[in-house]
Each structure stands twice: as C-alpha cells, then as structure tokens.
C-alpha cells in the first residue's frame, strides 16, 4: 500500500525485480533512481498501470521497491505495522 493505492504483494514483488533489473544497465547510462520510472517495462503488472499516469510515479514505484526488500518481514513491511522489530 502507499497512500490510498493498494497493490498485490506478488505484483510488488515483480515490481522491485523490474527496478533491481534496471540496475545493472551500463552504470554511465543509468538514471537516477528517484527519476527512474518502469512504466515503459513490458513486464509491468497491470495493476500499476494508474500510477504511470501520476506525477509521482517515480516516488510511489521507489516506496513500493523499499516495501519489498528482502530483509523485511512481508507482514511488517508497511510502516503502520509495529510488530516486527
């Protein structure tokens, strides 16, 4: 979730494999990650398809990848969830 947008934690995790991906192009042709946008992934779920037309695409997929990062439990991920640590 981030804000009033509610995504699949399947289709996140996608998301954030998409965005790692994009990472390890040539390091003098990358983008930084702020401005990065998958919008243009033919990879992308469907579902993120309404973001891409927000001004703050490139913050909202950025949350969503820091949501999913491996060392977080996927219960506590949310930073409404104080159970975790």
Do not use: T, W
Not at 11 to 29: C, F, Q, T, Y
Not at 36 to 53: A, D, I, N, R, T
């Amino acid at each position: 979730q981030d804000g009033d947008l509610k995504f699949s934690l399947e289709s996140v995790k996608k998301l954030k494999e998409l965005m790692d991906g994009n990472r390890h192009i040539n390091p003098r042709m990358m983008v930084p990650m702020a401005s990065y946008s998958p919008c243009q992934e033919k990879h992308l779920p469907e579902e993120f398809q309404p973001v891409c037309k927000r001004e703050d695409a490139p913050m909202i997929f950025r949350r969503l990848s820091l949501a999913a990062e491996d060392d977080l439990c996927e219960i506590c991920a949310n930073a409404a969830c104080a159970g975790c640590f």
